[in-house]
């Protein structure tokens, strides 16, 4: 079965570790993707303000420190077109605690953002492809991300590979809000 996640991203988008001076691209693809969220009727997303250049402190610290997996905090990469930040992407190998556990190596994809000009593009699926052979170097076999139960956040996530799971953990109201997804990279004959 061939995998539609290839670890190449579409020709012409560029997927690496997020650097200092990728900061402001970042914050305009995360108020771009806060607008769109909106316009998908999350409520909450209108309540949240706009990142502004004052609040870039905590992005340029996680840029400047998480160059490794060595620390829990995570990373972040960022997807570029001719230069252009155009997405970006937060993992870290611990996992919420809401989550339950699994008994695997595994990855959780906190964020993911992509700027409304550029979705549909593959820039999502890029990012994603990157992360899986990052996954692949640190010995993960699964991938897990949340997301909230808005159809077109769901159907992105199946798009990009990910299986919807039954939420067994302890956080109240959980499966009427969000959704767990798990991405399983064992070979077919070692899954369960």
């Known amino acids: 079965m061939s995998n539609p996640l290839a670890a190449t991203p579409p020709a012409g988008i560029a ?9 402001p691209g ?3 693809v995360s108020n771009s993707s806060q607008q769109w969220l909106i316009a998908q009727g ?11 250049p004052d609040r870039m402190g905590w992005f340029t610290k996680k840029a400047e420190q998480d160059t ?3 620390t829990n ?3 972040i990469f960022v997807a570029q077109i001719g230069g252009l930040v155009v997405g970006w992407c937060m993992a870290t190998l611990a996992w919420p605690p809401h989550l339950p556990d699994v008994d695997l ?3 959780y994809l906190s964020a993911i953002y992509v700027h409304q000009d550029y979705m549909k593009q593959g820039v999502a699926r ?3 492809g990157f992360l899986k052979t990052e996954a692949a170097k640190q010995h993960v076999e699964l991938i897990r991300a949340e997301c909230k139960r808005i159809g077109k956040l769901v159907e992105y996530h199946e798009l990009w590979g990910f299986q919807p799971v039954e939420y067994t953990g302890f956080a109240p109201d959980y499966e009427e809000k ?12 070692e899954r369960d």
């Open 26 to 28: 970042m914050l305009l």
């Open 126 to 128: 890029a990012l994603i």
């Open 105 to 107: 190596n595994q990855l």
């Open 73 to 75: 905090t995570g990373r």
């Open 68 to 70: 490794d997996w060595s």
């Open 178 to 189: 969000m959704q767990l997804f798990h991405m399983d990279l064992r070979p077919e004959d």
């Open 42 to 52: 999350l409520a909450s997303a209108a309540e949240q303000p706009p990142i502004t």
């Open 15 to 23: 997927v690496r570790p997020a650097r200092t001076e990728d900061v």
